[in-house]
């Protein structure tokens, strides 16, 4: 037997395992191949891509394509500006007449600091209890930046006020200032300071000066 070289090896065909497969292909199942080509045709249109991606069924049903309901927008409160550098903001604007200087108004507040920090009410934060107090709008008697807020002031009303101290506390005197050691020494430790009212307007009495002329 003649003995072959290296470079000769090279160049010889490699036998297959199974020569019955040589340059052919597999066999295909045409059976298989028919009803693969049915279930994916090769371009599929765009409904039924849709569809089978989930989208088309949420598009169409009744329920969930219903048009989505109108969207309000937020209600924006309005800060006024008076020239005594008061600022107000009205968060309800009730009911009624309006207050006029020289009424008699009964009211709730809450007085805190700038911060937030809590300095006095007439609510009490546990129990919720209030105890309104009757304020006569006058200057003379309650603080000037209080008496800005509830002019125009209806029953039912609400408004929340930054008074600074050039109209606030001028004078231990006037009102509304607490009857207990505790709260009125807190409240008086910041009359140096602009201070946050929000006010509730419970009821209006007519004017002194209105009940002196029907007697």
């Known amino acids: 037997m003649e003995t ?7 160049q010889l065909p490699c036998s297959p395992k199974n020569p019955r497969y040589v340059d052919k292909e597999p066999p295909k199942n045409p059976v298989a191949a028919k009803n693969l080509h049915e279930r994916f045709p090769k371009r599929l249109p765009r409904r039924l891509l849709l569809q089978f991606m989930g989208f088309f069924p949420i598009l169409s049903h009744p329920v969930l394509a219903a048009p989505m309901p109108e969207m309000k927008e937020p209600e924006v409160i309005r800060t006024l ?3 005594s550098g008061v600022r107000i903001q009205e968060i309800v604007e ?22 937030g920090y809590f300095v006095h009410s ?14 006569p709008l006058d200057e003379n008697q309650i603080i000037k930046g ?11 009303g609400k408004r929340r006020a930054l008074i600074p101290p050039s109209v606030g506390y001028t004078n231990e005197s006037l009102q509304p200032i607490p009857e207990e050691f505790g709260p009125r020494r807190s409240l008086l430790s910041h009359i140096n300071e602009p201070l ?20």
Do not use: W
């Open 122 to 135: 007439t609510v009490d934060q546990f129990n919720g209890e209030s105890t309104p107090v009757i304020l």
């Open 146 to 156: 209080l008496e800005e807020v509830l002019l125009g002031m209806r029953i039912g």
């Open 81 to 83: 500006k008076l020239p």
């Open 94 to 115: 009730g009911q009624g007449p309006a207050a006029t200087k020289g009424d008699l108004v009964e009211i709730n507040y809450v007085c805190r600091r700038t911060n």
């Open 4 to 10: 072959l070289s290296f470079p000769s090896l090279l």
């Open 196 to 215: 946050i009212f929000e006010v509730n307007k419970i009821d209006c009495a007519p004017s002194r000066a209105a009940i002196e002329f029907h007697a």
